[in-house]
Nanobody, 125 residues
Framework: QVQLVESGGGSVQAGGSLRLSCAASGYIDSTYCMGWFRQAPGKEREGVAAIDSDGSTIYADSVKGRFTISQDNAKNTVYLQMNSLKPEDTAMYYC???????????????????WGQGTQVTVSS
């Protein structure tokens, strides 16, 4: 089992920045993939960014050039640095991890078995 706890959400004005953190605990395989997803009211959950144990990353087109995913292996923590925030970035943001096997660097939520409780990000215009 893997437990994920997000933090760092909040309210900012458009153009501002926030950094989300996701602390992982429990059994963490040496090979893994972790991702950030978001869900706005009335919309489907969408993948934002993901990172694997090799440090490879993938981003949704809507956040490329503005968001950066990174990890601190010593702290078992994954970060999402969000710059140049827009009102359309407003959503609940979730951290997720893929379970065992051969992780795939992907933004498809169906591959992720473990989820955090979410942290709210609100961007005002």
């Amino acid at each position: 089992q893997v437990q994920l706890v997000e933090s760092g959400g909040g309210s900012v004005q458009a153009g501002g920045s926030l950094r989300l953190s996701c602390a992982a605990s429990g059994y963490i395989d040496s090979t893994y993939c972790m991702g950030w997803f978001r869900q706005a009211p009335g919309k489907e959950r969408e993948g934002v960014a993901a990172i694997d144990s090799d440090g490879s990353t993938i981003y949704a087109d809507s956040v490329k050039g503005r968001f950066t995913i990174s990890q601190d292996n010593a702290k078992n923590t994954v970060y999402l640095q969000m710059n140049s925030l827009k009102p359309e970035d407003t959503a609940m943001y979730y951290c997720a991890a893929q379970a065992g096997g051969r992780p795939s660097l992907s933004l498809w939520s169906g591959l992720y078995s473990y989820w955090g409780q979410g942290t709210q990000v609100t961007v005002s215009s």
